[in-house]
Nanobody
């Protein structure tokens, strides 16, 4: 089992940047595929990005490619999401997830989320 705690959210003006972090407990962090998801008010949770266990493969939802970058540090047991050129439509609660299944987050462990608000 792994416990996840997100941080780094906040209020930022459009065009600004934020870096989210997700600290994982336990000594098995490197065995998980990790991902970021977000949920905007009134909308369903959506996939943002994922990274494989060693960090050599990354995946993004098409609309965010080039603005968001996912990375991980398996020594620090931490997942990151660098978000640049933020827009009001990026406003959401951002969640990190850890999955034993490299192809699905259906049975993933989830963090509690961190709020990102982008003002226009």
């Amino acid at each position: 089992q792994v416990q996840l705690v997100e941080s780094g959210g906040g209020l930022v003006q459009a065009g600004g940047s934020l870096r989210l972090s997700c600290a994982a407990s336990g000594r098995t962090f490197s065995s998980y595929t990790m991902g970021w998801f977000r949920q905007a008010p009134g909308k369903e949770r959506e996939f943002v990005a994922a990274i494989n266990w060693i960090g050599r493969s990354t995946y993004y939802t098409d609309s965010l490619k080039g603005r968001f970058t996912i990375s991980r540090d398996n020594i620090k047991n931490t997942l990151y999401l660098q978000m640049n050129s933020l827009q009001p439509e990026d406003t959401a609660v951002y969640y990190c997830a850890a999955s034993r299944d490299s192809r699905s987050f259906g049975n993933a462990y989830w963090g509690q989320g961190t709020q990102v608000t982008v003002s226009s």
